[in-house]
Structure formats: structure tokens, C-alpha cells
């Protein structure tokens, strides 16, 4: 069963551009979650879509975003960057019924210079 | 507002010795708990979890304990290998809720010696 796939691994961007970030979830699963991990701290929840709609977000600005498509892939667009975005971005996905059992992508490396 | 915390960033033991990873929430209506270890350049992969309505679940070599009224859980795991050197990330939800959201705290770094 191929896992969670995230790419690009690696991105470096330009202080008020855009980045995108891509997630496939696991066959099957219909929800996507993305984290944020900045140097040092924990994963900090980002959003939840499932079934194409955005289920929930967490305490991040509205230059934060995305969306799930048809196929339940997403994507993450964080727009006008800032030097502090630069995190390590986590994907994850999960069946509804077993909502907590998160598996994890290897993460996009998001640095903004 | 920190609703997990793991008080001890790292802590380093000594092959076929017992860890204890600990951890503590404030959200009483956090009824779900898990643990996922972190190695460099991977995603975090899920090891073990607990319901509230349970004070212990084990799994071969980990075992996770929650008492509740101490808001505290521990993850323990016995013996120690250097394979399990890695950062081990506590996590907590609120099933009811269906928030679809994990709670995770800072991450504790083990380190197994041989």
C-alpha cells in the first residue's frame, strides 16, 4: 500500500511570494490533514478537508489555504510568505472511521529567505 | 495556550533499560490519546494510543498508562533499543467534538545508548 505522498520535499522561496504544496492521501482515505512544524516546536494543526470541503482550521492566518480535490489529493497555497513560514509542512491522512490513526507524510521543507 | 505538554525535550538511556516518555494535557475533555515517533527527514508514524474509559494499553514493547486525574499520560518502553532513538511526539483529541484535530506537544528526543 503506497503511503502519504508529499512533494515537492524540498521548496525555497522568495519573501512575499507564493509556495504550493501537494499531499496524496493513502487509497481509501477520504480526509487530509496538513501540520506546520517550525524549528523547535511541535505540529501545529493547520487544516482538515474531507470529502472536498474544508472541515476545520486551526489559529492561522487567512494567507493560509487549500483544497481537496475530486480524487482526494490536496493542497496547500500560502500566499504573500514571511521569513517565519519556513517550517517543515506534514500531510496527513485518515478513513473516518478510524479519525485519529493520522499516517503521516515525510513533509514538504518550506524555507522563505 | 499549550493544551500538551511534554516537559522534557530529551532524554537519553541506556540499551535494555526502561524509558519513560511523559506527558500532560489541561483539556479535561481530551478523551483520546496517541503517541507518534519521528525520525530525522520522515514524517511522524503512529505507535500506540489510549481511550479515556482505559487507564493502560500495551503493545509488545510499549506500553502507554493515563491517569486522568493527574490530566498525565507516560509511554513506556521496555526493553530500550538504539532503533528507538527518535523524537516521540504526545497527542490528544477531543473525539466528541470531531474537530478532525490532533493536539500535539513539543516532542521528547530519545536517545537509547548501546
Known amino acids: 500500500e503506497a503511503g502519504v505522498t508529499q512533494s515537492p520535499t524540498h521548496l525555497i522561496k522568495t519573501r512575499g511570494q507564493q509556495a504550493t504544496l501537494r499531499c496524496s492521501p493513502i487509497?481509501?482515505?477520504?480526509?487530509v490533514y496538513w501540520y506546520q512544524q517550525a524549528l523547535g516546536l511541535g505540529l501545529q494543526f493547520l487544516l482538515w478537508?474531507?470529502?472536498?470541503?474544508?472541515?476545520n482550521r486551526g489559529n492561522f492566518p487567512p494567507r493560509f489555504s487549500g483544497r481537496q480535490f475530486p480524487n482526494y489529493s490536496s493542497e496547500l497555497n500560502v500566499n504573500a510568505l514571511e521569513l517565519e513560514d519556513s517550517a517543515l509542512y506534514l500531510c496527513?491522512?485518515?478513513?473516518?472511521?478510524?479519525?485519529?490513526?493520522?499516517?503521516f507524510g515525510s513533509g514538504t521543507r518550506l524555507t522563505v529567505v | 495556550d499549550q493544551q500538551v505538554k511534554q516537559n522534557s525535550p530529551s532524554l537519553s538511556v541506556q540499551e535494555g533499560r526502561i524509558s519513560i516518555l511523559n506527558c500532560d494535557y489541561t483539556?479535561?475533555?481530551?478523551?483520546?490519546f496517541l503517541w507518534y515517533k519521528k525520525y530525522p527527514a520522515e514524517g511522524p508514524t503512529f505507535l500506540i494510543s489510549?481511550?479515556?474509559?482505559?487507564d493502560k494499553n500495551e503493545d509488545g514493547r510499549f506500553t502507554v498508562f493515563l491517569n486522568k486525574s493527574a490530566k498525565h499520560l507516560s509511554l513506556h518502553i521496555v526493553p530500550s533499543q538504539p532503533g528507538d532513538s527518535a523524537v516521540y511526539f504526545c497527542?490528544?483529541?477531543?473525539?466528541?467534538?470531531?474537530?478532525?484535530?490532533?493536539?500535539f506537544g513539543q516532542g521528547t528526543t530519545l536517545q537509547v545508548k548501546p
Open positions: 496527513a491522512s485518515s478513513s473516518l472511521d478510524r479519525a485519529y490513526g493520522y499516517t
Open positions: 487509497s481509501g482515505h477520504t480526509s
Open positions: 478537508y474531507d470529502e472536498g470541503e474544508e472541515r
Open positions: 483539556n479535561s475533555m481530551f478523551d483520546y
Open positions: 489510549i481511550s479515556s474509559i482505559k
Open positions: 497527542a490528544a483529541s477531543h473525539g466528541s467534538s470531531n474537530t478532525g484535530k490532533l493536539i
